[in-house]
């Protein structure tokens, strides 16, 4: 069923990811066995919570990356679990945009909705993806 607190859930990741306070990132993330990331880029992603903050903290927060919504974010819940869907972007220091899609998992803990999982894509032509890739 629709749930208002699923997405309300990975909104507040967003905020959390956005301050570059590593405390404020790990509260947002599930406790539970198999949190991960894939990111976007080849082999980009992290298995692990504390590989996860690790990189948030070395990489993403000391860069000053920030994570924007793209406004129609959407959450499903199934019990204790939860997934959201949403297209938002990556916000560079200089200004540009990496716009991505973005699929998440979460588990109310607590009270709260915490991410388990995150998939970003960027969407790009079949066509474009085919001469990219290696056969």
Same mark, same amino acid.
């Given at each position: ?5 699923? +997405?309300?859930? =990975?909104? &507040?990741?967003?905020? %959390? ?10 509260? +947002? ?11 976007? &880029? ?5 298995? /692990?919570?504390? %590989?996860?903050? @690790? &990189? ?15 406004? @129609?974010? +959407?959450?499903?819940?199934? /019990?204790? &679990? ?9 916000? =560079?220091? @200089?200004?540009? +945009? ?7 998992? =979460? ?10 999982? =995150?998939?970003?894509?960027? /969407?790009?032509?079949?066509?474009? %993806? ?6």
């Amino acid at each position: 069923m629709t749930s208002t607190g699923v +997405r309300d859930g =990975l909104l &507040a990741f967003y905020d %959390a990811f956005d301050t570059h306070d590593p405390q404020e990132f790990a509260a +947002r993330l599930s406790e539970s066995e198999g949190v991960s990331v894939i990111g976007s &880029a080849p082999g980009e992603g992290h298995e /692990g919570r504390t %590989a996860w903050i @690790d &990189a948030y903290t070395n990489g993403i927060a000391a860069a000053g990356i920030k994570l924007v919504t793209g406004g @129609d974010a +959407r959450g499903w819940q199934l /019990g204790e &679990a939860g997934f959201a869907l949403d297209e938002p972007s990556f916000v =560079l220091p @200089d200004g540009s +945009r990496l716009q991505t899609r973005l699929t998440a998992v =979460l588990a109310r803990e607590d009270g709260q909705w915490r991410i388990v999982h =995150l998939h970003f894509s960027v /969407g790009v032509p079949d066509e474009a %993806a085919l001469e990219n890739s290696e056969r």
